[in-house]
């Protein structure tokens, strides 16, 4: 048991090469946050300009 406990501890550790498609999928989902971040940054504007526009013509 000794032994097979060293020999999974010290495989378990050795890190894999990040394949071509899992580099591309981070790429992808970081270019995907970003545009998302930007669009709520975008939404909470134009909503606050659209409320900004009713509140000053009901007065």
């Known amino acids: 048991m000794a032994n097979l406990a060293k020999t999974l501890v ?22 995907k946050e970003e545009e998302r971040e930007e669009r709520e940054v975008k939404t909470a504007r134009l909503r606050k300009d659209r409320l900004e ?7």
């Open 10 to 31: 010290l495989t378990a550790l050795k890190p894999q090469k990040e394949t071509v498609l899992e580099k591309t999928s981070r790429a992808v989902k970081a270019i």
């Open 53 to 59: 526009k009713e509140e000053d013509a009901l007065l």
